[in-house]
C-alpha cells in the first residue's frame, strides 16, 4: 500500500538498518516504483558508491526471494 507523506520507505529502512546506509527512498511517480536520490560529496570516495551498490543489490536480491 502507499506511506503516508512523513512514513519512511521499507526499502529505505532496510538499506539503513541493514546496511547503516542512509539514503532517501520516495515514491515516483506513484508507489510501488520507487527513486533512490544520492547526491556526489568531496567526502565521499569511490568505496562508498561500491558499498551502496553492493547493498541495492543484496536488498534488491532479497526483495524477490
Not at 527512498?25 to 508507489?31: C, G, K, N
Amino acid at each position: 500500500p502507499p506511506l503516508a507523506a512523513l512514513d519512511i520507505d521499507p526499502f529505505q529502512r532496510v538499506l539503513n538498518k541493514q546496511h547503516r546506509i542512509q539514503i532517501p527512498v520516495t515514491a515516483w511517480p506513484q508507489w510501488p516504483k520507487r527513486v533512490i536520490r544520492f547526491s556526489v560529496a568531496p567526502y565521499n570516495v569511490l568505496d562508498d558508491y561500491r558499498r551502496l551498490r553492493r547493498a541495492l543489490e543484496q536488498v534488491l536480491e532479497e526483495s524477490h526471494a
